[in-house]
């Protein structure tokens, strides 16, 4: 599997438990459970598409928002998710405040306990196991 593969499923993994954590916790926080998934989906890919962008424009302009470039990728995530998906709705400032935190900091411990549980060899660019060569005759 290759390390782009691992890494999406590693990201989608923890953006689904961000925002389960999120709905559960905050009552302004709500998924549609038939659009779970779509909602995941659509949330992973503005994040793909929104931190590289985010990243350059404050290196380029304000660096001084490079440490919160994965905060501000999280809000932007939602903000976006919200308008292409009727399955996510999240009501009130505080709400959105909390759910942004919530799902970042998931992401965060996702990102580093996950790997050394799931795909640790394609993670690491350590090859799998391999049985021993038989001895030269």
């Not at 779509?38 to 598409?49: G, L, M, N, S």
């Not at 994965?70 to 308008?83: A, C, D, E």
Request: hydrophobic share 60%.
């Amino acid at each position: 599997m290759s390390r782009l593969v691992a890494m999406t499923v590693l990201e989608l993994v923890a953006n689904a438990l961000g925002l389960l954590i999120a709905a559960a916790v905050l009552p302004g926080f709500s998924i549609d459970a038939l659009s779970f998934i779509i909602v995941v989906a659509i949330f992973t890919v503005v994040k793909f598409i929104v931190a590289p962008l985010i990243e350059k424009l404050s290196a380029q302009y304000v660096p001084v928002l490079n440490g919160a470039v994965s905060l501000i990728t999280t809000f932007l995530g939602l903000l976006i998710t919200t308008f292409f998906s009727r399955g996510l709705v999240i009501s009130g400032i505080q709400t959105w405040i909390l759910a942004t935190l919530i799902v970042w900091v998931c992401g965060l411990l996702a990102a580093m306990i996950l790997p050394k549980f799931l795909f640790r060899s394609t993670l690491s660019g350590a090859k799998p196991h391999q049985p021993p060569h038989p001895p030269a005759a």
